[in-house]
C-alpha cells in the first residue's frame, strides 16, 4: 500500500469526518470547511475511500455521502427520505452464503434498501 501526504485540507476534511460520528455528503463537509473548494474535497474524499480509511455509501441515485472508517458495520438505506441506520451483523452471517463457499472476502459492505417506516 501507498501512503500519502497528510496536508492541511486532508487532515481538515478527515477531522471533520471524525467527529461528526455519521454519514456527511461532500457538500456538508465543505460548507463545514469553507476554505476548501468543494473540487478538492471530493478529489481527497475519493483519495481516503481507495486508501481505506472512508466508506463511500450511495445514500440515493445521484448522491453519495461519506463516513470515516472506525468499526465494522454496515447501513440501511431508505430509498424516500434517504435516512441511513448503521446495523450490525455478524461477519460469520455473511461468511454462510450459499454460492460463495471457495470465496474469500478482503472486505465486506452491506446495504440494505428499502423504505422505512415514517
Keep these: 500500500m501507498t501512503t ?3 496536508t492541511l485540507k486532508r487532515k481538515e476534511i ?3 469526518l471524525k ?3 455519521t454519514i456527511m455528503s461532500a457538500h456538508v463537509i465543505q460548507k463545514k470547511n ?11 474524499l475519493d483519495l481516503f475511500v481507495q486508501k481505506g480509511i472512508v ?3 450511495l445514500v440515493s441515485g445521484t448522491e453519495s455521502a461519506y463516513e470515516h472508517k472506525n468499526d465494522e458495520h454496515h447501513h440501511a438505506v431508505c430509498d ?3 435516512e441511513v441506520l448503521h446495523i450490525r451483523l455478524p461477519k460469520k452471517f455473511f461468511c454462510n452464503v ?5 470465496f474469500e472476502e478482503e472486505t465486506l459492505d452491506v446495504i440494505i434498501r428499502g423504505k422505512c417506516k415514517k
Excluded at 469553507?34 to 481527497?44: A, E, F, M, S
Excluded at 450459499?98 to 471457495?102: P, V
Design 4 to 6: 500519502f501526504r497528510l
Design 14 to 16: 478527515l477531522e471533520t
Design 19 to 21: 467527529k461528526s460520528g
Design 34 to 44: 469553507p476554505t476548501i473548494d468543494l473540487v478538492t474535497v471530493y478529489r481527497n
Design 55 to 57: 466508506r463511500k455509501i
Design 80 to 82: 424516500t427520505c434517504h
Design 98 to 102: 450459499e454460492g460463495i463457499e471457495h
